[in-house]
């Protein structure tokens, strides 16, 4: 897929560092609730906690592994990431995720829509935030009304739609 | 009755109109998602899994296979015009085909890139039509072990066989295991690692997973690279039809491609990366003109695309047969079988032979559509390309979270969406592969029950797992597929290995 290389080399892996931690956490908690899981092996001799215990145990190995490439590898260039767009796309998709019970599919999608173009550089909100809601909207009416999925309606969807 | 009678028993299934109308949405969507880069069969696949729960299991079926055969239709246009591979399969062919496009031979790229697709698809689908009947007898002889056996040997091969670190698939792949195991074990009925949210007792929806992992994650990287430059689309200059020397350099890589992409589809062995990338190297040693390469040579496009279209039609024989998926389109399209309490495998020729013998036969003419939509209509689908990225990625998006919210309206769906999102940005940001992921989550569980199965069988004997000569022999096959790459990367030969990294499809 794309691939952009910008050179920023941090010297002490520190990302390295950072994922061994999450993992050894993931670890720990798949271990304890395999443990935790009332275990009876039956014939088998292994029951629902094994493959918890399994795959807990594996993550620890990962972690560590992590450790030691961290020590030893500088840290590879990667692409410096830009946070900007990258935060306007996660509050659209926090505000469908607000909006879509008390709002409605269209005005939640719509949202998410602009933010989303906004972060790939359209920030003219007047016009992508009323293309997104027609879009929306389009959509429900296709897939709601035609294609029988249920989209959560909201206020819009009622006064366009009907009960 | 022979596989002749089957196939075209399964012509008469075919043919029926509504499965045809299937069949060309199917076609249509993939070449469309094919052609965008951002999107690819995988994604689509698995948006269309909860819009499709209501319809016909053998249309929804025709359509996904469609939807990956368009997708390695397409990202070839994407290759040759743009110079940005439409989907992971299509790395290659933007080598030679970019440089014949600048070159004012971007018409004569395409129609090798479709008339080779088209002879693979063909060649390939006939081959997997008469090969599953032998696979299905021999899977009646296989027994959990051996389907554990197989299971780990896909594991490995999707995960830490290619690439560029073993460590970093083996992550994406526990985390997928891990992700696999909430919810309520099949086998017993304990509910794991729900803490108590009735939401997580369902277990992490592949749809969900695929949908943050591929599209919201995409989406926030390709964000994240801020404007990097607009590529520069070829115009497709002169003459779509290839001369008689085009003709007689192509046939060839055809059907070298052919050979060398199904087998490798057939295998558990990763995507159709690898596929694309020997047919690559093999037309190079055997060109004439070897020169040429670099510079666009038709050798480059003709067999690297024709075996990408062979391992799609490869990838579908271990899936029908033995139910075990071997990328991540196929991953996903077992969940859609699983969705319409379907189990592919040897019983599925017996029970629903309509079906498996339909969607072959559907294949053949599915290959005829893809040819017409991508020749003739080539011009069509560069206007996709012209599309801007805000409003590309901003549809994107809103279909993407349409596929969840259609599935299950909660803020927990949701909430999931975003958290796998940011951590399949963080995943791309520092180049952890993906597709180890949804196979994990989709081949954990099947994983898990065969283990149990086979050592309920055995009364807990773990010797049990290399008792048989087939699985251990595929125990070890995988044992090797993890460790050569490790030595081989040790000995300063991993270029070649992270050259063939799975990626999306």
Redesign the interface.
């Known amino acids: 897929?794309?691939e952009?290389y910008t050179a920023t080399k941090r010297r002490p892996n520190g990302?390295a560092f950072v994922?061994a931690g999450a993992?050894a956490a993931?670890g720990a908690?798949?271990i304890w609730?395999g443990f935790a899981?009332?275990d009876?092996?039956?014939?088998?001799?292994?029951?629902?906690g094994?493959?918890?215990k399994f795959?807990?145990y594996?993550?620890l190995v990962?972690a560590a592994?992590?450790v030691v490439?961290g020590l030893r590898d500088a840290a590879?260039a990667?692409?410096r990431?830009?946070?900007t767009?990258?935060l306007?796309?996660?509050v659209?998709?926090?505000l469908?995720?607000?909006l879509?019970?008390p709002l409605g599919?269209a005005i939640g999608?719509a949202l998410?829509?602009?933010c989303?173009?906004?972060?790939?550089?359209?920030t003219k909100l007047v016009l992508?935030v009323p293309i997104?809601l027609a879009?929306?909207l389009l959509?429900y009416g296709v897939?709601d009304q035609l294609?029988?999925?249920?989209?959560?309606a909201g206020v819009l969807e009622h006064l366009i739609f009907g009960g | 009755m022979t596989t002749f009678d089957f196939l075209l028993h399964g012509l008469s299934v075919a043919m029926d109109p509504m499965i045809l109308f299937y069949a060309l949405i199917g076609v249509t969507l993939g070449t469309a998602v094919g052609v965008l880069p951002g999107i690819g069969p995988a994604l689509t696949v698995a948006l269309l899994l909860p819009v499709t729960y209501g319809l016909d299991p053998a249309g929804s079926l025709i359509m996904f296979a469609g939807i990956y055969y368009g997708g390695m239709y397409g990202g070839s246009t994407t290759s040759i015009l743009l110079n940005t591979p439409g989907e992971s399969a299509s790395i290659v062919t933007a080598l030679e085909g970019n440089k014949m496009a600048r070159a004012g031979r971007g018409g004569p790229a395409l129609a090798t890139a479709a008339i080779g697709s088209f002879v693979a698809g063909l060649l390939a689908t006939l081959a997997l039509a008469f090969l599953a009947p032998y696979v299905v007898k021999l899977a009646l002889v296989f027994g959990p072990r051996e389907y554990f056996a197989l299971m780990m040997l896909a594991f490995v091969t999707v995960s830490a066989a290619f690439g560029d670190s073993a460590m970093k698939g083996l992550t994406s792949l526990f985390v997928g295991l891990a992700l696999a195991l909430v919810g309520i074990d099949q086998l017993t009925g304990q509910a794991r690692l729900s803490f108590g949210v009735p939401e997580l007792l369902d277990g992490v929806e592949v749809t969900t997973l695929a949908v943050a992992l591929f599209a919201i994650g995409e989406a926030l990287f390709v964000a994240s690279q801020g404007n990097t430059g607009v590529d520069k689309i070829e115009a497709v200059k002169g003459s779509v039809w290839m001369t008689r020397s085009d003709w007689a350099r192509s046939w060839k890589p055809w059907l070298r491609g052919t050979l060398i992409g199904f087998p490798i589809g057939a295998m558990p062995a990763g995507g159709a990366e690898i596929g694309t990338l020997l047919s690559y190297a093999t037309e190079r040693r055997l060109s004439k003109n070897p020169e040429e390469f670099g510079h666009g040579a038709i050798e480059g496009v003709a067999g690297p695309e024709a075996a990408n279209n062979a391992s799609a039609a490869g990838t579908l024989v271990p899936l029908l047969t033995l139910g075990l998926p071997t990328s991540a389109t196929a991953a996903i399209m077992l969940a859609g079988f699983q969705q319409f309490g379907l189990q592919p495998g040897p019983l599925l020729f017996a029970t629903s032979p309509d079906l498996v013998w339909g969607l072959i036969a559907s294949l053949l003419i599915a290959n005829v559509m893809l040819l017409v939509l991508n020749l003739p209509l080539v011009g069509l689908w560069v206007k996709l390309l012209t599309i801007p990225r805000h409003w590309l990625y901003a549809g994107i998006l809103l279909f993407a979270t349409l596929g969840t919210i259609g599935m299950n309206p909660s803020p927990v769906e949701l909430g999931m969406l975003l958290i796998f999102g940011i951590m399949g940005f963080m995943m791309r940001l520092y180049g952890y592969p993906i597709a180890p992921v949804v196979v994990g989550l989709i081949l954990g569980p099947m994983a898990e029950q065969q283990l149990r199965r086979a050592l309920a069988i055995s009364q807990g004997d773990w010797t049990t797992l290399v008792a048989t000569p087939v699985s251990a022999g595929i125990l070890l096959v995988a044992t090797l597929a993890l460790v050569v790459p490790l030595i081989m990367r040790m000995r300063g030969q991993g270029a070649v290995l992270s050259q063939i990294a799975s990626d999306e499809d």
């Not at chain 1, 009876?40 to 629902?48: E, L, R, T, V």
């Not at chain 1, 989303?116 to 359209?122: D, I, L, N, P, R």
């Not at chain 1, 294609?147 to 959560?152: I, Y």
């Open positions: 897929m794309s952009f990302a994922v993992l993931l908690l798949l609730q899981i009332p009876k092996g039956g014939y088998a001799g292994i029951g629902s094994a493959l918890p795959v807990g594996g993550l990962l592994l992590h490439s590879p990667m692409a990431p830009h946070w767009p990258v306007w796309i996660l659209g998709l926090a469908q995720l607000i879509l019970k599919f999608s998410l829509f602009a989303t173009a906004a972060g790939f550089g359209k992508t997104g879009l929306s959509i897939f294609l029988r999925l249920k989209l959560p």
